[in-house]
């Protein structure tokens, strides 16, 4: 079409219209939407012989006609966006998203054609009418669009529909038919987010944040070195010296919101991806599109464990840095985190602690503040998570003041993950509980020191040794059973006022390769976030000698064994392995725990002990009695309590107290499941 007057025989404004257009995105996405109808018009014009042919048989496109008019007509379409773009120094998304892409002017036009139907059904009508031999297809095909756009040197654009499906701006609706029959449309999320809108819903998987929502780098309650890195990370960005960020650290410790915040300072909003969502070069595509469109910067959080690696495509079309949130195991390799900068958030020590604890609880808990954040190690998210859920459980007890105990049961709330693959068990306060030798009891004492200053340790040795030290405990409780392993595990525990939670092997070790290994992984990352102490009873099952390798069940369980021993070595948490076959344990394992506690059997002054310990308050048994009992029977920890029990339930069923002739009874009864001979006179 050449230069016209409106349909209706209005003449086009003297004054360039364009001026009056709104500085928006919503303005510039109409201007080449009206760029696509005018493409379309003048193709029907030419098949069907005139346009008054054309809108004697679509006559809504004279109201598109009308608008063109109003806006000066045709001529010179292109580059009038063009200038008009020039007059908005703001950010326009389909600028960002030709520029970034190199995108031409028919490739746009084919882009906002395939959508036409989106802001107005009746295009739908005269897609159908142009392609007689797709009946009832309301959207372009591939044959119309070769029709449509095919130059004068009869080429037609499949490069360039070939660029808009690899950058996600269009997707295949068929793509099991022949390439002639494959029906286009723009993906929902892309087409708003042409418009300038951004609606997370529209892709279930990726959630978007713009920049006034995020935070400040100047807000975040960060180790001096983790701000560090995140203020130069942000300079080599803005830069263009590192074109991504990887940002390393325990879950729920601020990772996202340091990434946020980088992003806020680079001017840009971000794009979540979530963990679970698969990364295939055509979604990797899609995303990066979605951040140019939104002015945002892609984040993509990763759960890797120790050996894995991830591959991240190029984010084609983005013209943003990419961030990539992972943990401290796994590497990122690929395209995407070309030239990246690493920044490690580790969790927060005990004065930063304190503060988060501080922004968390009301004025009248601020002084409470400073003591909870030496007591618990938690990442920064479980701290803001378990000081809402603290504050009712002080009202329960009737108190404004939030307590250790407060906080020990609200933090349960978060252990759903960690109880899928542990149990809790309940406490045991006081040493004095525990019945066991000098030696073993001072060594438990120890640990008892060395995990309440394990923060502070490496503080107080040499710079070599504390260069190889983290806040990990790790623990090895070695002796028979029924000696009180458990027990003193439970007493540690509640000494610290920390939950133990016991591994569940069953739900840990899984046949398929590699599944144990990821299953062993989420249970440390989640038992450090949390604080709690993990238990791993009867750790020989685990932690046994590597072999020769004459089988592929060899192989694969030596791989598991040598997981574990890094993720050991560098888990930041309390953990306590319990053991009746220390021979089984692989010296590997032996040499990298801290302390190592060994349990024997009782002799008779602690096997007296153990027998006052569990007998009930009220009894009628001698002390004649018990001193013989105690030098004549061989019994451990485990076998006493078993026979007090037994005896309780004969004095309970009888109503009355628990006499001798009742423990005699229960003891000869052990004697007889362990298959030896009674020392105990009739």
Known sequence: MSRFTSIDGTPASGDDPFRALPPTAAAHFRLWYLAAVLHVVERLSRNLGSLDAVLEQFEFLRDYLNELAGLGGPDDWFSRIREWEEGVPGHLPLRALRDAMALDDETMTILFAAGLI???PRFGFVIECAQPLAPGQHRP???LLNAWWRGDDDAIPRDRIRRL????????LNPDAPRLQWVFESPAAVWDALRGEMHSTAVPSFRHKPMDELPRLDQLVLTAAARESAGRAAALLRSGVAKAMIVRGPRHNGRRSVASAIAAALGRGVIEVDSGAALTPERVSLVGTLATLARAIPVVQLDLVAGQTAELPAFTGSDAPVAVVAGRHG??????VASAVTIHVDVAGPEERGRLWQLALSDHDAANAEELGRRFRMTSGNVRAVAAHARTHALLRGSDRIEAADVRTASRALHRDLETLATLLPSFPGWENLSASHDTSDELRNLERRCRHREELQDHVGEALGRQLNCGVRALFAGPSGTGKTMAARILAAELQLDLYRLDLSSVVN?????????????FSCAEELDVVLLIDEGDALLTSRTAVSSSNDRYAN???????QRLESFEGIVIVTTNAASRIDSAFQRRMDVVVDFRRPDARERRTIWELHLPREHSVGEQWLAEVAERCDMNGGQIRNAVLYASVIACDQQRTLAATDLAAAVRREYRKSGDVCPLRE
Request: aromatic content about 4%; glycine content about 10%; proline content about 0%.
């Open 118 to 120: 989106e802001e107005d």
């Open 141 to 143: 095909t591939q044959a």
């Open 165 to 172: 499906l690899r950058a996600g701006l269009l997707q295949v």
């Open 331 to 336: 590497a990122v390799a690929g395209d995407g």
């Open 511 to 523: 046949k398929y390769l590699g599944e144990t290994e990821k299953n062993l992984h989420h249970l």
């Open 559 to 565: 791989l598991e064994t040598n997981f574990l021993l």
